[in-house]
């Protein structure tokens, strides 16, 4: 039973940082795909960031510059580091993998990210 389980996210000031962890359990097998969405309320679900197997990165426009996302790969975990946070980043946060040659996605439960003003 594959899982992802999130942590990191909380509260903070617009122009502070936080660190979204996504770990993930049941496989030993490296996924081909892992990234972060976020969703507000009455909002469509957003792709914020991605990262390959291979090590390579996207974003949108939106968190250029100010988000990073990175992977160990011998812990099974990715990284969102989230930094000049503004009160737009307020969602709930969701880890997302998918295996190659697959087209199934594993979601996390999420976690809520609240920028304040």
């Known amino acids: 039973q594959v899982q992802l389980v999130e942590s990191g996210g909380g509260l903070v000031q617009a122009g502070g940082s936080l660190r979204l962890s996504c770990a993930a359990s049941?496989?030993?097998?490296?996924?081909?795909?892992m990234g972060w969405f976020r969703q507000a309320p009455g909002k469509q679900r957003e792709k914020v960031a991605m990262v390959t197997s291979g090590g390579i990165t996207n974003y949108p426009d939106s968190v250029k510059g100010r988000f990073t996302i990175t992977r160990d790969n011998a812990k099974n975990t990715v990284y969102l580091q989230m930094n000049s946070l503004k009160p737009e980043d307020t969602a709930v946060y969701y880890c997302?993998?998918?295996?190659?040659?697959?087209?199934?996605?594993?979601w996390g439960q999420g976690t809520q990210v609240t920028v304040s003003s």
């Open positions: 997302n993998a998918r295996f190659a040659g697959s087209n199934y996605d594993y």
């Open positions: 049941g496989t030993r097998i490296v996924f081909s795909f």
